[in-house]
C-alpha cells in the first residue's frame, strides 16, 4: 500500500489553496470588470468576447498592454 510522505501533503494541500485562490480571483475579476464595462458602456457581445478569450491570447494580442 502507499504511504504519503510530508512532502506529498505539502504539495496536495498547497495546489489545493493556489486552485482556490485562483477561483476567487477570477470570480473576482469577472465582477469588477462586468461594472466597469458597464460604466464604460461595453456592449454586451464586446464583454462576452473579451472575458471568453484567454489571457495569453490578449497579452499576445496586446489587448491587455493599455
Not at 4 to 27: A, D, M, Q
Request: hydrophobic share 40%.
Amino acid at each position: 500500500m502507499w504511504t504519503l510522505s510530508p512532502k506529498r501533503y505539502l504539495i496536495v494541500t498547497l495546489t489545493f489553496i493556489s486552485t482556490c485562490i485562483c477561483n476567487v480571483e477570477r470570480v473576482g475579476f469577472s465582477n469588477a470588470y462586468t461594472a466597469a464595462a458597464d460604466a464604460a458602456g461595453v456592449s454586451q457581445s464586446s464583454k462576452g468576447t473579451i472575458m471568453a478569450m484567454p489571457v495569453h491570447k490578449s497579452l499576445e494580442a496586446g489587448q491587455l498592454r493599455e
